[in-house]
């Protein structure tokens, strides 16, 4: 079993930036893939960004590439989500997830097998 927190999520203003992390306990961090998705009211939880066990493989949602990097640091078991150019349209609550099984991300939520409690980002205009 795994356990994730995440943090650094708050208010900004559009065009902004945050960081988002991601803290795992539990089992070996470097054996699993990592996601994050995030949530806004009354939308479905939908795949922003992944990353494979290494690191050397990533993926992301079409209207946050170039602007969001996700990336991992398996001594600290942690992921991050640097978010850049933020917009109003990002508000959400962010969660990261765990996938034991594959090896490359995938973006279908219902494959993650573990979540943290979410992080509100709230993007002003």
């Known amino acids: 079993q795994v356990q994730l927190v995440e943090s650094g999520g708050g208010l900004v203003q559009a065009g902004g930036s945050l960081r988002l992390s991601c803290a795992a306990s539990?089992?070996?961090?470097?054996?699993?893939?990592m996601g994050w998705f995030r949530q806004a009211p009354g939308k479905e939880r939908e795949f922003v960004a992944g990353i494979s066990r290494s690191g050397g493989s990533t993926s992301y949602e079409d209207s946050v590439k170039g602007r969001f990097t996700i990336s991992r640091d398996n001594a600290k078991n942690t992921v991050y989500l640097q978010m850049n150019s933020l917009k109003p349209e990002d508000t959400a609550v962010y969660y990261c997830?765990?996938?034991?099984?594959?090896?490359?991300?995938?973006?279908?939520?219902?494959?993650?097998?573990?979540w943290g409690q979410g992080t509100q980002v709230t993007v002003s205009s």
């Open positions: 539990g089992r070996t961090f470097s054996t699993y893939v």
């Open positions: 997830a765990v996938d034991y099984h594959r090896t490359i991300p995938a973006r279908n939520r219902i494959v993650y097998d573990y």
